[in-house]
């Protein structure tokens, strides 16, 4: 057996400590130090959440947000502007104030949809009662006249307000059981009602506002403790408002018991015209490659129930923080590295399929995108979206990514294009490489995912702060590749007639929106 020398062990020693004669690169030594030491996110949280707020597509909040943006992009010296991609119908919201007022007085937790007509200043007062269950279509239209001057409930009463997982921890697994069945009767019986009347859920609103009705009374509930989903009205001149499930049942008993609840609403709006809609774009110029591109994606705007704080005020900052530090320490990069904040995502990413369709030439020259969307969590998914080689150049950048941040991300390769859910679809139905950094839930469906609990405190900026670093790193690696990424597809899986699945087909935005 050869005696091994002192020296060799000490070398051995040496280069097991240096991860076997890698560098560290001192550029994402440089980001994690900034992202760690500096960070803005809570700073950017609080201007754009709290004092601008939600961002609904042709809202004045929604213009302010983009200005902002443009102001904090200039004040890091990164260029940046406001692109126009088309007009959507100017609203604003206003006070909502909702108030039982007989048999009792009692002010309920409740707020108007978005685009909801106002109630013109005034306070209406009116009874509340329960969409009727009729025999079928002919019987509805004979009920109609009897809508006129009353506020009309049109969503079924919830027979718990106790989320699933608080019923699993404490109930017996018969209770549970029974109740979820009860509940599964009264849910297709409710959808029968709705059925017979003859109209959905979208004209229904409608009809019942040419019948005369004082308004709609709907809840939507999101099975969380106080959380319900606020979208937008279908009305035109009466208000349509969410209450919460326990206000909302109470109304209901009252009605069904014949007790006659009376509400008061006072909902302020203010329709503002046609508004402009744009998208903001940033950008830290290219010295080697200028006309290749890494672009960071998250959508802008909002729906309007809390201010959109996980959906996606974390998306935003954590783009913006990544941009700022990588202006600090990376600030002459190989590529052009861009920066999209898109508008009315929320609609059908439209603000991202215009900028698709406006800027081929962009496009066209895409090294990556790197979008992210659904919620505050860290990130712990990336797929390869259906692009062959994706596991070569993501593994690679990847691998520059601290243990800390990498190790909880599950990579799919070559994984299937994504066809809609969010941004990086628009991208990826170009043909362009682009990737969701998809975070960990944080019961995002059920307490934050449009709902009215969407708000400041809800954001986890340990995590945030983790997706920044993530971001800033894959983009700067992804500059600096010296080879342009391949845009191979993958054979998708076949599909029900026995074929290969279709990449999807790149959609047109909807460039006027909300107007008749």
């Known amino acids: 057996m050869k005696k091994i020398s002192p020296l060799f062990i000490l070398l051995f020693l040496l280069l097991v400590q240096s991860g076997f004669g890698q560098t560290k690169d001192p550029v994402v030594e440089s980001i994690v130090k900034e992202a760690t030491e500096n960070s803005q996110l809570e700073k950017l949280a609080h201007e754009l959440m709290d004092v601008i707020g939600p961002r609904l597509v042709g809202s004045p909040q929604m213009m302010q947000a983009h200005e902002w943006a443009v102001a904090k992009y200039k004040s890091w010296n990164i260029t940046a502007k406001n692109e126009k991609w088309g007009e959507w119908r100017g609203w604003e919201r206003g006070v909502s104030h909702i108030d039982m007022v007989s048999p009792r007085v009692k002010s309920l937790e409740g707020m108007q949809l978005a685009w909801s007509p106002g109630t013109g200043g005034k306070t209406v007062t009116a009874e509340v009662m329960i969409l009727p269950d009729v025999a079928d279509s002919v019987a509805f239209q004979k009920w109609l006249p009897s809508a006129k001057g009353k506020f009309v409930m049109i969503s079924m009463n919830q027979p718990t307000g106790r989320p699933d997982y608080n019923w699993q921890e404490f109930a017996t697994k018969e209770s549970f059981e029974k109740m979820k069945k009860d509940r599964d009767v009264q849910t297709e019986a409710w959808a029968n009602r709705l059925k017979k009347t003859g109209y959905t859920t979208r004209t229904l609103p409608v009809a019942l506002e040419k019948a005369g009705a004082a308004g709609i009374v709907m809840s939507y509930w999101s099975k969380g403790f106080g959380a319900n989903k606020i979208f937008g009205a279908y009305t035109k001149t009466i208000p349509t408002v969410d209450i919460?499930?326990?206000?909302?049942?109470?109304?209901?008993?009252?009605?069904?018991?014949?007790?006659?609840?009376?509400?008061?609403?006072?909902?302020?709006?203010?329709?503002?015209?046609?508004?402009?809609?744009?998208?903001?774009?940033?950008?830290?110029?290219?010295?080697?490659?200028?006309?290749?591109?890494?672009?960071?994606?998250?959508?802008?705007?909002?729906?309007?129930?809390?201010?959109?704080?996980?959906?996606?005020?974390?998306?935003?900052?954590?783009?913006?923080?990544?941009?700022?530090?990588?202006?600090?320490?990376?600030?002459?990069?190989?590529?052009?590295?861009?920066?999209?904040?898109?508008?009315?995502?929320?609609?059908?990413?439209?603000?991202?399929?215009?900028?698709?369709?406006?800027?081929?030439?962009?496009?066209?020259?895409?090294?990556?995108?790197?979008?992210?969307?659904?919620?505050?969590?860290?990130?712990?998914?990336?797929?390869?979206?259906?692009?062959?080689?994706?596991?070569?150049?993501?593994?690679?950048?990847?691998?520059?990514?601290?243990?800390?941040?990498?190790?909880?991300?599950?990579?799919?390769?070559?994984?299937?294009?994504?066809?809609?859910?969010?941004?990086?679809?628009?991208?990826?139905?170009?043909?362009?490489?682009?990737?969701?950094?998809?975070?960990?839930?944080?019961?995002?469906?059920?307490?934050?995912?449009?709902?009215?609990?969407?708000?400041?405190?809800?954001?986890?900026?340990?995590?945030?702060?983790?997706?920044?670093?993530?971001?800033?790193?894959?983009?700067?690696?992804?500059?600096?590749?010296?080879?342009?990424?391949?845009?191979?597809?993958?054979?998708?899986?076949?599909?029900?007639?026995?074929?290969?699945?279709?990449?999807?087909?790149?959609?047109?935005?909807?460039?006027?929106?909300?107007?008749?």
Do not use: C
Request: no cysteine; net charge negative; proline share 5%.
């Open 244 to 516: 919460s499930l326990e206000d909302y049942g109470l109304l209901y008993r009252l009605s069904e018991s014949g007790h006659t609840p009376k509400i008061s609403v006072r909902a302020d709006a203010k329709e503002t015209g046609v508004s402009t809609t744009f998208n903001t774009i940033g950008e830290i110029r290219g010295t080697e490659k200028p006309d290749e591109y890494v672009m960071l994606s998250a959508h802008f705007d909002s729906w309007d129930g809390g201010t959109g704080a996980t959906d996606n005020g974390t998306g935003t900052i954590v783009m913006m923080e990544a941009m700022r530090i990588l202006k600090k320490v990376y600030p002459n990069p190989k590529r052009t590295i861009l920066v999209g904040h898109w508008g009315s995502e929320e609609q059908g990413l439209n603000g991202s399929r215009a900028f698709v369709e406006d800027h081929p030439e962009i496009v066209k020259n895409i090294q990556a995108v790197f979008n992210q969307d659904n919620g505050t969590g860290r990130v712990i998914n990336i797929s390869g979206q259906g692009f062959l080689n994706a596991y070569d150049y993501i593994g690679r950048w990847l691998s520059k990514v601290p243990e800390s941040i990498k190790a909880p991300i599950e990579t799919r390769f070559p994984g299937a294009p994504g066809a809609g859910g969010s941004d990086y679809a628009s991208f990826v139905a170009a043909g362009a490489p682009a990737f969701s950094l998809s975070s960990l839930n944080w019961s995002y469906g059920t307490y934050t995912w449009h709902t009215n609990r969407d708000t400041y405190d809800k954001i986890v900026f340990d995590d945030v702060r983790s997706n920044a670093i993530l971001a800033a790193i894959m983009a700067y690696q992804a500059s600096e590749d010296p080879v342009k990424t391949s845009r191979e597809k993958s054979i998708l899986p076949l599909n029900a007639e026995g074929k290969p699945g279709a990449w999807p087909e790149q959609r047109k935005p909807i460039r006027r929106g909300g107007l008749d």
